[in-house]
């Protein structure tokens, strides 16, 4: 007898214990889905998942994917595993390619083998690397400047050719940058370390952390800090909630960039955050990352049009909000 709740699709949540897939996971409940999670907790947390059944394993690990798509009617995959930080990508390429790429390949092979054909990919603006026009819409040439970029446009690229020999469909998210936290206060972001920005600036502002640094003032920008298109994280849900139900109507293969079409720069996201908080946080200089760009600002119109999906929680303040919110709980 497989498990699972009768009726209900299942979909395995990959990486279902961390910051977006946790967040996945309620959404997924909320619309009357029962998710299965596979995490390894290197990054995520238990608690995080609630009451869905959690595998610890490692997500490359061919018998632990065999118990899963045994006990389970799994219809769908959504893959929120990958290793993530640009900067630790340069120092440490050769895990990343291990994690993000042979570790995925692993995965979508298992698929094959139990019949499981949809997989909806958390892909990144990485894999466009420094823009040749702004907005970036899909056309835009794929040019990742870091093994971060590479790893996961590697992917995209395996996608397709499991599509056309396999039949396997999938949708491609590729992020900008994502933030916020649950409207409701129960989830949020818990990276360790933390690298995102926003959760950086509010862990400064709760006095976690002395300072925040910003890393290059020299860019190509009006205040010469980095420029980026921040996404909610509940918005980034609804997205691939679409993307499954377009997957489970019959609809073909896609590749879709996520965010609100608005960049803020390093600096206006640090204001922003004094405004939210009221509080006065610290900065200071540090040397250019490599492998940044200095913008990098999504077309979201393609998602609009074809998946009909729309972000709740645009405005910067919003994002802020919330996660302030979940740092004041959990901090």
Known sequence: MRGGDAGKPHVLVVGGAGYIGSHMVKRLRQAGYAPVVLDNLSQGRRAAVGDAPLIVGELGDDSVLNVIFQAWPIAAVMHFASFIQVGESVARPAAYYYNNVNNTLALLQAMVRHQVPRFIFSSTAAIFGDPDYLPIDERHPKAPLNPYGRSKWMVEQMLGDFDVAYGLRSCCLRYFNAAGADPEGELGECHE?????????????????????????????????????????????????????????????????????????????????????GVPIMVIDGPRRPGDPARLVADPALAHETLGWTPRFSDINAMIGHAWAWERRTG
């Not at 933390?194 to 509010?202: G, M, S």
């Not at 020299?218 to 980095?226: L, M, S, W």
């Not at 918005?235 to 803020?264: I, K, M, P």
């Open 193 to 277: 370390p933390e690298t995102h920005l926003i959760p950086v600036v509010l862990q400064a502002a709760a006095g976690r952390r002395r300072s925040v640094t910003v890393f290059g003032r020299d860019y190509a920008t009006p205040d010469g800090t980095c420029i980026r298109d921040y996404i909610h994280v509940s918005d980034l849900c609804d997205a691939h909630l679409l993307a499954l139900e377009s997957l489970l109507d019959g609809g073909a293969s896609s590749r879709f960039n996520l965010g609100n079409g608005v960049g803020y720069s390093i600096n206006e996201v640090i204001e922003a955050a004094r405004r939210v908080t």
